[in-house]
């Protein structure tokens, strides 16, 4: 096998996050000789696509990871925690998507989208601990402050972050789906999810018994931030509510300047890789045009009110730009490892 070219397996393929990673490696070129898809029981034998090529979802075990160089955990957070292991053991690298391996002893949480803007990209290790891919709200906050610090010190911040149906998975996605039918069909919403009612409505929690809970989520968000940034911009001020919306994270980000700052300063320090900024209230951001986007997009104003303060209206779908972080992740704690089984 070529030394650049990986074999790869995603735990989870037939979510949406592992989905969207399937299409993310295919899209971007990804160095992949081998994309392999599995699954739990409940999705076995499904086709399922993988760039050009349909494949049917396997199971987990000890035999399927053999020589794989990278295992990607799409699965849900009970599953990575049982099935993990045995990827480690074969010697693949890991990369978790699901948020499973959180806070375990080595386990880093990482954005190279982060660690390209602060310029400290971390040291190759010849054995690579687990990864935790950053919560993609986390990434858009850290990213956009962090570029904010360019046109000068940030006094303080304040962020209202909208989440998406589908940061519940396919669970989510069908059950706001149902609620809204039921709505209109004047029939019971059924809430076995969210355990509350969340199409046509915004709520800052969910109902008895909803796991994760909207909180634990903030706390993630909130908890990420402060680890990819160490201390270089303050964390801001955070309320995540729970949008009628299916796919993208929507955010009103306050911030107020030290300094008297010009938009078009803040601008351009804002515009660059993976920020796309939009002064044309017809291109407004929305979930709508971030969907399937790359970039973040992202529109500024001025405070009506308060001077050296402005408003950061922006979008980003998160689905795809978690699995872009994870493919670049992959390709960071591959590179110094041993191909297959580390003896």
Same mark, same amino acid.
């Given at each position: ?5 990986? @074999? ?91 948020? =499973? ?17 602060? =310029? ?66 004047? @029939? ?30 903030? @706390?993630?968000?909130? =908890? ?18 729970? =949008? ?100």
């Amino acid at each position: 096998m070529s030394a650049d070219r990986m @074999r790869v397996a995603i735990v989870g393929g037939a979510t949406l996050k592992g989905r969207e990673l399937a299409d993310v490696l295919t899209e971007h070129s990804f160095p992949a000789r081998d994309v392999r898809l599995l699954d739990d029981d409940e999705p076995l034998g499904q086709l399922e696509a993988a760039g050009d090529e349909t494949i049917f979802g396997q199971s987990v075990s000890r035999e399927q990871f053999e020589h794989i160089d990278v295992a990607f955990f799409a699965s849900d957070e009970a599953f990575t925690r049982r099935t993990w292991r045995l990827a480690q053991q074969a010697g693949a690298a890991i990369v978790d998507l699901s948020y =499973g391996l959180e806070g375990q002893n080595g386990v880093a949480v990482r954005s190279p989208w982060i660690e390209r803007e602060l =310029g400290r990209p971390q040291a190759l290790e010849l054995q690579p601990a687990p990864v935790v891919v950053a919560h993609p709200a986390a990434v858009v906050l850290a990213l956009l402050l962090l570029r904010l610090q360019r046109a000068g010190p940030v006094r303080s911040a304040a962020a209202t972050v909208v989440e998406p149906a589908s940061e519940r998975g396919r669970r989510g996605m069908d059950e706001l789906h149902e609620q809204t039918v039921s709505l209109l069909s004047f @029939r019971e919403l059924p809430k076995e999810v969210f355990k509350a009612q969340v199409a046509f409505n915004m709520i800052s929690g969910y109902g008895d018994g909803a796991r994760p809970t909207l909180a634990a989520v903030e @706390r993630r968000i909130a =908890g990420h931030f402060v680890q990819l940034v160490s201390g270089i911009v303050p964390a801001p001020a955070l309320i995540l509510l729970q =949008g009628p919306s299916f796919h993208g994270h929507a955010f009103a980000l306050y911030a107020e300047m030290e300094r008297s700052t010009e938009t078009a300063e803040l601008i351009h320090s804002l515009a660059s890789e993976h920020i796309s900024v939009t002064q044309d209230p017809a291109e407004s951001p929305s979930n709508v045009n971030a969907a399937g986007q790359d970039d973040i997009i992202l529109a500024v104003r001025p405070d009506r009110q308060r001077a050296n303060a402005f408003w950061l209206w922006a979008a980003a779908d998160n689905l795809r730009l978690s699995a872009l972080n994870a493919a670049e992740c992959a390709q960071i704690v591959a590179a110094a490892r041993p191909k297959g089984k580390v003896q």
